[in-house]
C-alpha cells in the first residue's frame, strides 16, 4: 500500500466512513484510519454509533419494550401471556450479532469502494503528515492532499462519580450489565440517560434520575418537555430535577450516592449507576500544535460552516465539532466534506437536522423551539393536536402526547415541529422533509393523509395553526 492519498480520513464512526466512501464514490484514493481493534485483531468499524452508541442502544430498547409490553400491556389487548422469563444473556448476544453485522457491513462498503483501512492510532502532524501507531507499535506515515478528522467523542466524565467499570459505569458499561440491577441510580437525565434508564426500568429496575439542571430537557420546547416528562413519571421513572451529585461511595454490593437539592443533602443507595452527563470530543491526542488546527475551550475542533478547519486542506466533522452529536448530522457533513473536496459547493442545512429520544413514546424534533421563537422576536402561529383524538393512536393504545407545529405568523412557512408520542421520529421526518421542500403549513393542509395513521396529527396539528382542525375543538386564535 502506498502511504499518499487524496484524502486521508481519521476515525470509522458514521462521519468518517461516510466521507470515505463518498470521497472514493467521487474517485479520490481514500484512506480511513481506525484505532480500535476487534478480537480477531481486524479494525473495528463503525465508531460510537455501531459499537457502543445508537445501534446496541436502539437494540436493547426494543428488546425491553417487547418484554414490557408482554409483561404488562398485552393484557390490555385480551393477549394473556403466561410464564414471561427473562435471558439477559440472550439479549446481549442478539444486541451484539446486530452490531457485528453492522460493522462488518461497513468493512464490506469499504472494500467495495476500494477504500483502504489503516489500523492504529492517528495523529495530525504539520504539513498533513499524519504518524500512525498501529496496536503492535510499529510507526508509518501517511500523506494527502485532503485530511478529514472524524475522532468522535466518548463519554464526559465527573469527579463525584469516577467509573469502576462495575458498580458504576458509563453509557459503554450500561450496555452490557448481566442482569438487571434492583435500584438504578442515572446521573444525569439528558437523551442518553432517559434511553439506558428507560431500559433497565422496562426490565425491572427501580430507576431514580438525578439532574442538576432545574429544567427537564431544556433544549426541548417546553410544552413538549413538560408533556414527556409526565409521560416517563407515569412509567415509573422518577427523575429529581435540581439534584446535582457531588459524592458518590462504593461499599459491599452498593453505591451510595450524595446529591443536592434545594441547599439540602440526600443520600441515595443503588445497586450500580449510570454516568450519563454528556460527552467529550476526543482531540486531545489527535493533531500536534503545529498541525494547525485549533480547538474551543472545550476541545471541540474550529471549523467554518463548511467543516474546514484553520489548516489549509484539513476538515473535522462528526462529534468533534460544534453542532449536536448526532450519527446523522456527522454523516452528512462527511457527504459535504466530501463533495467540497471534489469541487462541488455543497452545504449543510444546520437548522434542519432532526433530533429523536427513542424512549416509548419517542420525542423527536425540528426547528425553531417555542420559546426561541418568543425570545427571537418571530411573530409565529402555533398548532397542536393530541394523538388521544386519532383513531389510529387509541386502536394501537398509545394515546400518550401531542404533535405541535410551529409556523410563521405572516409568511406561513413552517418554523419547527416537536413530538412526543407515537413514531415521533417519523413524523418529525415529515416535516424535515416538508421544510426542505419549502412547503407551507398550507401546504400540508392540503395534502391527503392516509387514514388511519399516526400522520393524521401531523395534519390536524398543521391544521390547528389555524385554528381549522377537525377532530378538536379548536380554541380562539390570538
Ligand atoms: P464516533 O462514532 O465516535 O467515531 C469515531 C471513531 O474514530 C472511533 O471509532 C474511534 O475509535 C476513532 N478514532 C478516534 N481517534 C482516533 C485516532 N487518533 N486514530 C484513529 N482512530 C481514531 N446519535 C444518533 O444520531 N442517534 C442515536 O440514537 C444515538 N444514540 C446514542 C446512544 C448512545 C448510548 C451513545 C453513546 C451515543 C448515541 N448517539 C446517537 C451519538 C452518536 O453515536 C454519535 O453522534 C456518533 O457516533 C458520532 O459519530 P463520529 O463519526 O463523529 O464519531
Ligand atoms: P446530555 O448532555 O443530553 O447527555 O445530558 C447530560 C446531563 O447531565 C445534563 O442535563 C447535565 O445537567 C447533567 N449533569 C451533569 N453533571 C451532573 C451532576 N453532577 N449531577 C447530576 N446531573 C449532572
Redesign the pocket.
Known sequence: MSNQFDVVV????????VCAIRCAQLGLNTAV????VAESSQP???????????????ALLDSSHRYAEAAGHLADHGIGVGGITLDIAGMMARKEKIVAQLTGGVSGLLKANAVSVIT????LNAGRNVE?TSPEGEVSTYTADHIVL??????AAIPPAPLDGDRIVD??G??CFEEVPGRLGVIGAG??GL??GSVWARLGSEVVMLEAMDQFLPNMDEQIAAESGKIFAKQGLDIRLGARVTDTEISGDGVSVTYTHKDATHQETFDRVIV?VG?TP?TD??FSADSGVTVDERGFVFVNDYCATEAPGVWA????VRG????????EE?VMVAERIHGKAAQLNYEVIP??I?THPEVAAVGKTEQELKSEGVDYKVGTFPFAAIGRALASGETDGMVKILSDADSDQLLGAHVVGPSAADLVQQIVIAIEMAASTEDLQLMVFGHPTMSEAVHEAALAVDGRAIHMVNRPKR
Request: hydrophobic content about 35%.
Open positions: 481519521i476515525g470509522s464512526g458514521p462521519a468518517g466512513y484510519i481506525e484505532q480500535n473495528l468499524l463503525g465508531g460510537t454509533c455501531l459499537n457502543v452508541g445508537c445501534i446496541p442502544s436502539k492504529g492510532s492517528a495523529t500512525v472524524a475522532a468522535g467523542s466518548e463519554p453509557s459503554t450500561a450496555l437523551v442518553i434511553e439506558l450519563a460527552r476526543r491526542k489527535l466533522i462528526g462529534d468533534i449536536p452529536m448526532l450519527a446523522h448530522k456527522g454523516s462527511g433530533s429523536i427513542y
